[in-house]
């Protein structure tokens, strides 16, 4: 059976392929009412739009490419969603590439998404990455680079974040209106700057709430369950009278509790917990767990518009000399998020 084409369409409404073609891609000269008998007739004919030769007309494939260190962290899904939500409706589909935080991978997604031609990229950057070239490339080629979370200044590319020094900033304060006077940070990767930023705000809270800064009671992990475990039973043996824990994402908190409970040590009582993250885990463990929320799924929104509006512009700059212009960085809120892990003083 051949496929149906637009001319088929156009001779089965009496009209013009050019008059079909224009309301099948929503052109604002064709009225409503056409567009609606047109697509109907389309659907009726088991029409479907050959892609690569519209994108071979228009100069784009309506594919934005994602990518993101891991899909085993809800965060990154949350924002995920967040970024198709915006896409459908506007007409874009996605292709999405996990690096696996190393380099590799993330040099191969990127190379994957360009060989696609898709319109734009949107990436967290990988925790292994050792440089940045790939990402150059991709500039190189005109194609809107929008990063979100993991970001690099020097990509000078428009960025949406969370306000990670402001989150472990509050995230530390809680502990401290909450009575605990010793705690301990598990933090990330320092050369990752998010990581170094809650590092940054949980050191500034403590100064601020004239409590000492103590180097034994900050552990560097690998942002997982096991290294979660492995730092917790390291800061108590070193330091028996910590009593509470912020760790810099929910992973590290949760591996942290379970080697806690197994210790029984109780919580909050003797040991208060926060994490950072809010994963989807985060509410159904036990202690349920204080979390500091990034707004996942804003965050996806917000970097959709900003390739929107980098579409836009590269689109003017094809008429026009380009404008050289500081990057737009969108930062958002973090969210506290109080449950029992770190509640000693309950509010009656």
Do not use: W
């Not at 031609?117 to 500039?139: E, Q």
């Not at 974040?161 to 705690?183: C, F, N, P, S, W």
């Amino acid at each position: 059976m051949s496929r149906t084409t637009i001319h088929d369409i156009a001779k089965e409404l009496n009209t013009s392929p050019s008059t079909v073609s224009k309301a099948l891609n929503d052109h604002p000269s064709i009225s409503a009412a056409t567009k609606e008998l047109i697509r109907t007739a389309a659907q009726n004919l088991n029409y479907r739009q050959n892609r690569l030769a519209s994108s071979l007309r228009s100069g784009r494939t309506n594919i934005i490419g994602i990518v993101i260190p891991s899909s085993d962290i809800g965060f990154f899904g949350g924002v995920v969603h967040g970024i198709e939500k915006l896409a459908r409706s506007n007409g874009y589909n996605i292709l999405l590439f996990q690096s696996k935080e190393t380099g590799e991978y993330e040099v191969e997604g990127i190379e994957t998404l360009l060989q696609t031609s898709v319109d734009g990229i949107i990436v967290s950057i990988a925790k292994d990455t050792p440089n940045l070239d790939h990402f150059y490339d991709v500039k190189k080629r005109k194609v809107p680079l929008i990063l979100f979370d993991r970001v690099k200044d020097e990509l000078n590319s428009p960025s949406v974040v969370v306000d990670d020094y402001k989150g472990a900033y509050m995230a530390t304060e809680h502990l401290i209106q909450q009575g605990y006077t010793r705690i301990a940070h598990i933090s990330g990767p320092q050369h990752i700057k998010i990581f170094n930023d809650r590092l940054c705000g949980y050191v500034d809270a403590l100064k601020a709430n004239n409590l000492p800064v103590d180097d034994d009671l900050i552990q560097y992990g690998r942002n997982s369950i096991e290294s979660g475990r492995a730092s917790a039973e390291r800061l108590l043996a070193r330091n028996k009278d910590m009593d509470a824990i912020f760790a810099a994402v929910d992973f590290t908190a949760l591996g942290a509790l379970q080697y806690l409970k197994q210790a029984g040590v109780k919580m909050p009582e003797k040991i208060g917990m926060i994490g950072f993250g809010n994963e989807s885990f985060s509410p159904y463990v036990t202690p349920s767990l204080s979390t500091i929320d990034q707004q996942p799924a804003r965050m996806g929104e917000e970097a959709f518009t900003l390739f929107l509006e980098a579409m836009a512009k590269k689109t003017a700059g094809s008429n026009g000399e380009d404008v050289v212009e500081e990057p737009k960085k969108i930062v958002l809120e973090p969210v506290l998020v109080v449950r029992e892990s770190s509640v000693r003083n309950p509010i009656a």
